[in-house]
């Protein structure tokens, strides 16, 4: 990704009523963008997709459970909360052309340097993890070639309410792998590293998560830092939904006991989802699985994490699932997230398999999906076609699918 911001004023962050404004010119006569914008405007309107970006930066807001929950009020005019925040309205083409090479931008998958199938090379760290191991072999590799000094990634627990932590062993990534597919508060765990001894820090990020770094690296408040220089790599997720703790568990809990359950994945081209436990595998029906999904993740435009240096998601082959599901889809976006691949390429922590024909034409035509699906729930919500709450009407990718 590109450094040294010296200007700070290029963040187009939209005010409310999506009316352009620039931050540092405000007085006090204009709009506020603070707790209480945030609130009305995010947490109120069931906009809060938890990843903790309001938290840590000040003591008002935590993420309790998979929730958002504010401590205390607080009456400034300019709240890191709200400028962070990747539901607040956000110029997001401001922010892609800024962070990426505007040559491999593409309005469905944003920036594309490389797409490659790929896995961990060795199949104990494969067996860790929820695909092919890609991520976790990546993130331990940039711990070990001190490209990264912490690692932020989350960790799962037998209640599911999953947390985030930071690591400095390679051995402590690979060992929380797999996905837990309800949201964890990954930027405030980040927000609390990059406050403390952390200089160098790599994240792994859904694509809501990695939206809220790209907010925080366009520094949208001059003089009010969030330590967002030490971010050196986003590992992003791909991401079709994240559950509700509270409905999901509820659901599973009518199958097996919580604490049987090891993990879960959904196969692509099917109506169900595995739900992994203890004595077998257990089918739930995509329906079911759909009435506890997140609402917020129903006006989510982005299913490969279009702000990482390298997203990766699972892999579409024509052999069985069961080989399918040891390899991952891999986008390369940024100059670092190259880098790193090629390192990982050389040194063999990685093995790739041929790139079948039609495969990136597939991941295009589901990330159009995902984005006209949000872009109807959103105007559905807002009930004006000219209002898309948190996105700009005239961003280019918006009506490319708005077309
Ligand atoms: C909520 C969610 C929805 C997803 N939806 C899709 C989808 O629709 N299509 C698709 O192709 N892939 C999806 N994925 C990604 C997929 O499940 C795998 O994470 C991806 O294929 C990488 O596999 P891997 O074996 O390389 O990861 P691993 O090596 O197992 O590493 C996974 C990493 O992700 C971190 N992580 C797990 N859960 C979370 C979380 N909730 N928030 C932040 N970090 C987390 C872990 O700590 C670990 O570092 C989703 C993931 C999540 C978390
Ligand atoms: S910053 Fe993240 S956690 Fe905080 S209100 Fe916004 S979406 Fe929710
Ligand atoms: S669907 Fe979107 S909002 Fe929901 S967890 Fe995934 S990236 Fe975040």
Redesign the pocket.
């Known amino acids: 990704m590109k450094s040294g911001y010296q200007d700070l004023i290029i963040i187009g962050i939209n005010q409310v009523g999506l009316k352009r404004g620039r931050l540092e010119k405000m007085d006090d006569q204009e709009q506020s963008l603070g707790q209480k914008e945030l609130r009305e405007g995010v947490l109120d309107a069931h906009l809060c997709v938890g990843c903790g970006a309001c938290a840590y930066l000040c003591p008002y807001q935590v993420i309790y459970k998979d929730q958002t929950i504010i401590l205390h009020d607080c009456d400034l005019k300019q709240g890191r909360c709200y400028a962070f925040c990747p539901r607040t309205p956000t110029d997001y083409d401001a922010a892609r052309r800024r962070l990426f090479d505007e040559k491999d931008l593409t309005p469905e998958l944003g920036p594309v340097k490389g797409f490659y199938i790929a896995?961990?090379k060795s199949k104990a760290?494969?067996k860790?993890?929820?695909?092919?191991?890609?991520?976790?072999?990546l993130?331990a590799l940039a711990l070990e070639e001190g490209i990264i000094d912490t690692a932020v990634?989350?960790?799962?627990e037998a209640d599911f309410l999953?947390h985030?932590v930071a690591v400095n062993d390679p051995k402590e990534?690979?060992k929380?792998?797999?996905?837990?597919?309800?949201?964890?508060p990954?930027v405030a765990q980040f927000n609390k590293a990059a406050a403390g001894e952390a200089q160098k820090i790599g994240v792994?990020?859904?694509p809501c998560?990695a939206q809220a770094f790209a907010k925080m690296r366009m520094k949208p408040i001059a003089g009010k830092e969030s330590n967002i220089d030490k971010l050196q790599l986003v590992?992003g997720?791909?991401?079709?939904?994240?559950?509700n703790w509270r409905s999901f568990t509820e659901l599973l809990s009518r199958s097996t006991p919580l604490k049987t359950i090891t993990g879960m994945?959904?196969p692509?081209g099917t109506q169900t989802v595995e739900i992994f436990t203890k004595s077998g595998t257990i089918s739930l029906s995509v329906d079911d699985i759909d009435k506890c999904v997140r609402e917020a993740c129903r006006y989510c435009i982005d299913?490969t994490a279009e702000f990482a240096d390298i997203s990766?998601?699972?892999a579409r082959l024509p052999e069985s699932w069961d080989e399918t599901k040891t390899w991952?889809?891999v986008i390369v976006r940024s100059e670092s997230g190259q880098r790193l691949m090629e390192r990982a390429r050389a040194k063999g922590i990685l093995e790739f398999h041929d790139v079948p024909e039609g495969n990136f034409a597939e991941l295009k035509k589901a990330a159009v999906e995902k984005k006209k699906g949000a872009l109807g729930q959103i105007i559905k919500k807002s009930g004006d076609s000219n209002n898309l709450i948190y996105l700009d009407r005239n961003d280019p990718v918006v009506k490319a699918m708005m077309g």
Do not use: Y
């Open positions: 896995r961990a760290d494969r860790k993890a929820q695909h092919g191991g890609t991520v976790s072999a993130m990634v989350a960790e799962g999953h985030s990534v690979k929380r792998g797999k996905s837990k597919f309800i949201v964890s990954t792994v990020a859904t998560q590992i997720l791909f991401c079709g939904w994240a559950l994945d959904k692509p299913s990766v998601g699972s991952n889809q």
